[in-house]
């Protein structure tokens, strides 16, 4: 038996596959096809959590997403996920679920004294108290308001990594959200005409509204059928449109089931991007509460929901149930329970009279005509309901549940999001959207066109409208006839019902414990537009979004104002429809592939010498070739450039081919200094401003042609360099001829640095005549490099006579490796980033430290460079005067006066005896190469003029004070001897 | 996410674009002098409305185009070459 | 440097009584019948001597200080719709003061210590929470500049401290230190960092103020600044023309719009930046953490939901809405840094609209037209300023000089080349 409560065949599951799960450690059997929720009615088991506030009992409300109350905490290999609503878990088999947010246990939890004090606690409480003494907020009253707070446990499993995840990209010409009787005739009339159709449904199977009725099995059946043969219509179920933004992007979870989970290596779902055309909502509505006391007795349930519990599942949620409505709708419920051999029932409804009522009492269903419930009574469970007959006598109903419908709002929250207007419509009380014809429209409930058949017809109706607005006639297309809909009943129109006044706590909020009095407090303190009321009081800020009750807040608010409802007005919705995972979100560019990964054309070689590599943005470079940490490797690989040779991988420079008639002009446009003098064959150091006179980016042009240059750009700028360039180009140069190519991918780059540079590349060189006055300092060639066509550039970063040459990516190794080999003799070795640091700061050269966007050319020593004649990009605001202040901080070198001290990166530079007041900065630091001690650069307040002074350099991080001696950034070689050499 | 019709490369999701701001502002002659620099690289008239701006389709031709882009609704009317004269915005857009 | 005081509690005198204890159990015995409005509703007076225009943090703040530190009451806050629902009430809700120009330490470091006595000045609980903000790093190069960073704002006495990976790790159990890309190579962490519950920061700021007699009125949107030669004489609104001898300007976000509405023109462009809450959890993070290695900041809240966000979509906006391309950005860099969150689900995306200025820095300033003055340009920086904030506009506006802490946030600072560039991006909004 899976449950005494099951009564007959549900439509979704099967008697003859009984599924167990256990639930707050007992075991139980359910129904394959159930979910959690249904499982645990037919087993009769009504309490499932604690409130969040009032710790008060809670059961189950609705059967599905919108469920408020019924929040489980589900146990699985991951670890435990909390907040799961049951009415939407399915029950797969050995689900381990558990009750959450109570203590010791969910039938005697301790914290529901709170519900005791609640006089004490209304809403906003916290923001009147806790204030004194002044210690005691963060370490008393919060933690004891945090532990108490927060529903369910997230416990992953230790060490558990990102799950797989998947994003979909998907296309269409028409998104159909929801896929009722609206939706179903919209997407086959859009489908019969040619168009591409989503047809997004948040259920597990099709039909929404229509499976609540047997009479429309068949019309489901047919259009099932007719939309599996329509190649162009995609039906997703359990797939939720949770948010929808500008230019006709949709996103959408689909969540899996458990055997598709199994099969597909865990995944859990899917998160789709829908680019559409036009999207046509038929999101149908969402039945609402009524507010009255102890209405969140477990036991209270939507009304709409026993008859899904009844038809989907075979659930009888009570032997013994009272209806309490205001509409004709809810009576579906009423009467198909009583067909399904429930009884006695009775209905109290608001209205006096109404055709359904006349219905139900033809078929020997109890309706009290005029009345409303008070009070729903009970410890734990519904056991009566109070209710004030027409006449005005109150008097006890004997019920085992409560099955409430205060009518139905059209779920308008997607429409908002994609910019609809709403309108209030009294004929059924809620707000109605319009979406501007551009973007789509809103159809069947939805849009309040109530009835299963009008829904069908203006479903169809809408298709049509949108498929002309597409280009697409049905006077063009065969179309299928029109399947014969059942009739929709007559109704009595809804008489709104918001609130009953009575004793005891009324929810409008089941998930936030917000009553109807916390709303009357929100007005009567001043919180009394919408979203100040929703912002006191909480009120539809849960999970559930306060979909049962917001409305029913809006309307408590409104009377309380002495306003229609109209003018109160809803909280803004916004993303997401359904709570949306972080992973699903995420995609799978997370752990390992949360960025790309850049290797350098010879990665391979440099792994095989023994690189630790290091993440330089997007790239990984050799940071030193040894496993061992600490200094010693890193110098020895400096000291060998420095006595004899090295040679540095650095191909991860941008590099930027520049051709083209007005190649020169533009680039003495976008560097400061003058470009266009460049002789053919030979390179300069060159230096990009920004517009506001700061340092952009710095690296070497070489003139290769008298209309052909080729740049280097930091490895940090790049891709931004590019950009840049191609922006000014286009934008402020369009009179130029020139083409600028992003070369950085297609030349392995290396460096070969050292005394003895010369001899070893002019053994892999060997068509160039590489004698200084032949082949000199900045001079560019083209050269055939190990038997490769390559260029060869007489630059250097290290402050040693240095070349670095260009072969084709592709075909790199095989140079590096001939380097390496006629540097055999010379005992040359590869060096990594960390040595070309050391031995660049030695000669005061600048990298991203220094070029940090705050330093202007004059700040680094450049101010010479740029070019007197002409103009070029940051030309006139570097002449600012704040750019010329003598506070400027200004590039110099540090070295600590006692040897044995080190330097700290980040140190703050103070005057002794002016402590409170930095001056400046390390910025870069290291051990010399070949001597005692620390050099460091640094931007010192009016740097230049305190060359020679002494300084504290205060690291406080790191618990030490030094002092040190301000020097020249140029430590090595000042005159540049070595580099001409 | 905005989806952006390059004229050379059809629509194109957002992510392919870099954007380069403000449009309207052009750079003035070199010799303008330091108020006419101030105003272009720093002052805007950040119109909640009908803003004309610069997007570089880096992912794509990397062409420059210029985008006329609602602020508020982010619909895009028209979308040219640098020195194209796009139409003038609708009146009365959604916002 | 200057020194901060406690101010003088000058909230309970209004019509909503003092809030304690005591008085939240009396009223329970009452049925909390006993409570009136937070704040007054004021319909406008024709005049004031100072007109505040924008009811959000900043505005409300300003008005505050105005009457209890510079005595001047005679104030009106001017919302268009109603208070505290533009920024205040859309942020990410930090508070901390770690940044790297000494003159932006000082300022936001005053405000901290006007954050953690707020609930004494105000009356009003706005739970202010030092559960401290940690950073991430993952480079020798972030190591450095946080490392200068910590530093200076020793030198200035203000709280920083280096964390190893073990300590990040016990300060954050659910932490990847190894991920595949950008291993975690430690943090630092201002433990006076925090967090504080938004909304009851506009709203405390309004009973203060509104005890002190400001009117704050709601629903009245400005339509016009008059000015008389160069020199400001009121505001025209939906609610009738409002004379004052000075306006003041709070509407980040919307600061271009109201400058224009005086003919002139700012170096701000505004820009949305992003925010999401989670599902409630019990205790999960004890402390606000940012990610080095990509947009992603996320905290915990008394409620249990977490809060995140990371940075700006990146484009000219004044969508008040998140866009998407950002939102599976930021929650990559989440489950990256953290891979358990992966299972935990979010429930809202929004988005605020941003003044970003030029230089990334905020502007508090006279402007060419006499009378004038800006309090914006906060960039997504300005929760954590508004007592800062509101306390050196109150100060401009009754002095007519700037406060010494808010002088490096002039506006001539962009002609003058003495821009405030905290991470040195330049004067392209849209990349900071």
């Known amino acids: 038996m899976t449950g005494p409560a099951r009564i007959a065949n549900g439509l979704l599951t099967d008697p003859d596959r009984p599924v167990g799960f256990r639930f707050d450690g007992r075991s139980f059997l359910g129904q394959h096809g159930d979910t959690l929720a249904s499982a645990l009615l037919a087993n009769g088991v009504r309490l499932v959590g604690r409130s969040f506030k009032y710790h008060r009992p809670r059961g189950v409300v609705t059967a599905g997403p919108e469920e408020p109350a019924a929040l489980v905490e589900v146990v699985g290999p991951g670890g435990r996920e909390p907040n799961r609503p049951a009415t939407t878990l399915p029950l797969g088999e050995g689900l381990v679920a558990a009750s959450q947010h109570r203590w010791p246990t969910l039938t005697f939890d301790l914290l529901s004294i709170n519900g005791v004090f609640s006089r004490f606690l209304p809403a906003g409480f916290y923001y009147k108290t806790f204030m004194a003494p002044g210690w005691a907020w963060e370490r008393l009253y919060e933690p004891l308001i945090r532990r108490a707070a927060g529903l369910g446990r997230l416990q992953p499993v230790a060490g558990a990594q990102a799950a797989p995840a998947e994003t979909i990209h998907d296309h269409a010409d028409v998104l159909v959200v929801g896929a009722g009787a609206a939706g179903l005739a919209a997407a086959h009339r859009l489908g019969t005409l040619g168009l591409r159709v989503i047809l997004a449904e948040q259920d597990e199977v099709l039909g929404g509204g229509a499976l609540q009725d047997a009479r429309w099995d068949t019309w489901r059946a047919q259009m099932d059928a007719r939309l599996r043969r329509l190649g162009s219509v995609r039906c997703l179920t359990r797939t939720c449109v949770v948010g929808a933004y500008e230019h006709g992007v949709f996103a959408a979870l689909e969540t899996l089931t458990p055997a598709e989970t199994a099969a597909f290596g865990g995944l859990r779902e899917r998160f789709r991007i829908i680019r559409a055309q036009r999207v046509l909502l038929t999101t149908g509505a969402i039945e609402r509460l009524i507010a009255f006391a102890h209405n969140d007795l477990p036991g209270v349930m939507q009304a709409g929901a026993a008859l899904s519990y009844l038809r989907r599942y075979g659930v009888a949620v009570g032997r013994r149930p009272a209806f309490f409505v205001n509409n004709d709708e809810a009576y579906e419920a009423a009467i198909a329970l009583h067909a399904a051999g429930v009884e006695p029932i009775v209905v109290i409804d608001a209205r006096a009279e109404s055709r359904a009522a006349e219905r139900a009492r033809a078929q020997g269903l109890d309706v009290h005509g005029g009345a409303v419930v008070q009070e729903a009574r009970g410890r734990g469970r519904v056991r009566a309901v109070r209710i004030v007959d027409r006449d005005g006598r109150s008097r006890e109903l004997e019920a085992d549940c409560l099955l409430v419908s205060g009518g139905h709002s059209p779920w308008t929250a997607l429409a908002s999001q994609s910019g609809a207007s709403l309108r209030w419509d009294e004929s059924i009380a809620a707000f109605t959207p319009a979406l501007d014809a551009a973007s789509g429209c809103v159809a069947g409930a939805a849009r309040g066109c109530f009835g299963l058949a009008r829904a069908a017809a203006d479903g169809d109706a809408a298709a049509r409208a949108l498929a002309a607005g597409l280009g697409r006639s049905a006077v063009a297309v065969a179309v299928d006839p029109a399947l014969a809909l059942p009739e929709d009943a007559e109704v009595t129109p809804i008489a709104p019902l918001w609130e009953v006044r009575g004793r005891g706590p009324a929810f409008v909020d089941l998930q936030n414990d917000v009553t109807t009095d916390d709303v009357r407090l929100a007005h009567r303190e001043g919180y009394e537009h919408v979203e100040h009321m929703k912002r006191f009081t909480t009120h539809g800020m849960a999970t559930d979004q306060g979909r049962i009750g917001g409305l029913v807040g809006s309307a408590v608010l409104a009377l309380a104002r002495g306003l229609p409802v109209a003018q109160v007005g809803q909280p803004r919705p916004r993303p997401y429809l359904q709570p949306l995972p972080f992973a699903a979100l995420a995609g799978s560019d997370v752990g390992a592939h949360f960025k790309p990964k850049r290797r350098l054309p010879l990665h391979d070689a440099h792994a095989a010498a023994g690189a630790t590599f290091v993440a330089v943005g997007l790239w990984l470079r050799p940071l030193v070739y040894s496993t061992e940490t600490g200094w010693g490797p890193v110098l020895k690989e400096a000291r060998r450039v420095r006595r004899s040779a090295g040679v540095t991988d650095v191909s991860s420079l941008g590099k930027i081919d520049v051709q083209g008639p007005g190649a020169a002009r533009f680039l003495d446009f976008v560097y400061a200094n003058t470009i266009s003098t460049l002789a053919v064959g030979r390179a300069r150091y060159g230096i990009m401003l920004r517009e506001d006179g700061m340092l952009f980016d710095d690296g070497t042009v070489a003139r290769l042609g008298a209309e052909h240059f080729i740049l280097t750009t930091t490895t940090a700028n790049g891709a931004a360099a590019l950009e840049h360039l191609e922006f000014h180009l286009q934008a402020c140069c369009p009179e130029l001829d020139v083409v600028l190519t992003d070369v950085g991918d297609q030349w392995a780059q290396f460096a070969v640095a050292g005394p003895r540079a010369r001899e070893i590349v002019a053994a892999v060189v060997p068509g160039i005549d590489l004698a200084n006055e032949a082949f000199p300092f900045m001079a560019a060639a083209a050269a055939t490099i190990a038997g490769l066509a390559g260029r060869l550039f007489r630059i250097s970063f290290s402050g040693e006579l240095a070349y670095e040459l260009a072969v084709p990516a592709g075909e790199a190794t095989g140079a590096w490796r001939a380097v390496l080999e006629a540097g055999r003799p010379f005992e040359i070795a590869p060096y990594g980033l960390d040595a070309l640091n050391t031995l660049r700061i030695e000669k005061g050269h600048v990298t991203g430290a220094e070029l940090n966007g705050n330093t202007s050319a004059d700040d680094l020593g450049f101010g010479r460079l740029l070019k007197k004649q002409g103009d070029f990009i940051g030309r006139t605001l570097s002449r600012r005067p704040g750019l010329a202040a003598p506070d400027r901080l200004q590039l110099v070198g540090v070295r600590p006066l006692d040897r044995t001290k080190r330097l700290r990166n980040g140190a703050q530079l103070v005057a002794p005896g002016a402590a409170g007041t930095g001056l400046g900065y390390v910025t870069s630091s290291t051990p010399c190469v070949l001597e005692d001690g620390w050099f460091g650069l640094a931007l010192l307040a009016g740097g230049r003029q305190r060359i020679g002074q002494r300084l504290h350099a205060v690291a406080a991080t790191h618990g030490e004070q030094i002092e040190v001696e301000i020097a020249s950034p140029h430590r090595l070689d000042p005159k540049n001897t070595r580099v001409h050499s | 996410m905005l989806r952006i019709r390059c004229p050379w490369c059809g629509v194109r999701d957002e992510a392919e674009f870099r954007y380069r701001g403000d449009a309207s502002v052009r750079r003035p002659r070199g010799d303008a002098g330091l108020a006419a620099f101030t105003d272009y690289a720093y002052v805007r008239d950040n119109p909640r409305g009908w803003h004309l701006e610069w997007w570089l389709h880096v992912g794509g031709c990397r062409r420059l185009l210029k985008v006329s882009r609602h602020t508020v609704s982010h619909a895009i009317h028209a979308v040219g070459a640098p020195d194209d004269h796009l139409p003038p915005p609708p009146d009365g857009a959604r916002e | ?432």
């Open chain 3, 1 to 432: 440097m200057l020194t901060t005081r406690p101010i003088g509690s000058i909230a309970g005198r209004g019509s909503s009584g003092r809030y304690s204890i005591l008085r939240l159990f009396r009223e329970g015995l009452n049925g909390q019948r006993g409570w009136s409005h937070a704040w007054r509703k004021a319909t406008p007076r024709p005049r004031y001597k100072v007109v505040i225009v924008g009811g959000g943090g900043h505005g409300l703040a300003t008005a505050f200080y105005l009457a209890a530190e510079y005595g001047i009451g005679d104030v009106a806050v001017l919302e268009r719709g109603p208070l505290g629902l533009g920024n205040v009430g859309r942020n990410t809700t930090l508070i901390r003061s770690n940044y790297f120009r000494p003159e932006n330490v000082r300022f936001y470091d005053h405000s901290l210590r006007l954050w953690e006595q707020l609930e004494r000045t105000l009356n009003f609980n706005a739970m202010v929470s030092q559960r401290g903000t940690l950073n991430l790093f993952h480079t020798e190069a972030q190591r450095d500049l946080f490392t200068r960073r910590a530093n200076g704002m020793r030198l200035q006495s203000v709280d920083a401290e280096a964390l190893d990976r073990g300590a990040v790790r016990s300060l954050l159990p659910l932490i990847d230190l190894d991920n595949g890309r950008y291993p975690v190579l430690g943090g630092f962490l201002q433990p006076r960092g925090g967090t504080v519950r938004h909304d009851a920061v506009a709203w405390g700021y309004a009973r203060a103020a509104s005890a002190a007699g400001a009117d704050i009125v709601e629903h009245c949107e400005v339509t016009g600044i008059r000015q008389v030669a160069g020199r400001v004489t009121g505001v025209e609104t939906t609610q009738g023309v409002i004379g004052a001898d000075i306006v003041c300007l709070a509407v980040a976000g919307h600061s271009s719009r109201l400058a224009a509405m005086a003919g002139l023109r700012l170096p701000i462009e505004t820009h949305v930046l992003q925010a999401f809450v989670t599902e409630s959890v019990k205790p999960l993070l004890d402390v606000v953490v940012t990610y080095g290695a990509g947009h992603f900041y996320i905290s915990q809240s008394d409620k249990g939901g977490l809060v995140f966000g990371g940075a700006i979509d990146g484009y000219n906006s004044y969508g008040q809405r998140g866009t998407l391309t950002m939102a599976e950005e930021v929650a990559a860099a989440g489950v990256t840094m953290m891979p358990g969150l992966a299972r935990l689900r979010i429930v809202r995306q929004w988005g605020g609209v941003m003044d970003m200025t030029m230089d990334g820095s905020p502007i508090v300033s006279r402007t060419p037209v006499a009378g004038l003055i800006i309090n914006g340009g906060w960039c997504y920086g300005g929760f954590k300023a508004i007592p800062a904030g509101g306390m050196t506009t109150a100060h401009l506006i009754a002095h007519g000089t700037p406060h010494p802490l808010a002088a490096h946030l002039d506006l001539d600072r962009f002609a003058d080349g003495r821009t405030c560039d905290e991470r040195g991006l330049g004067p392209f909004p849209y990349a900071h």
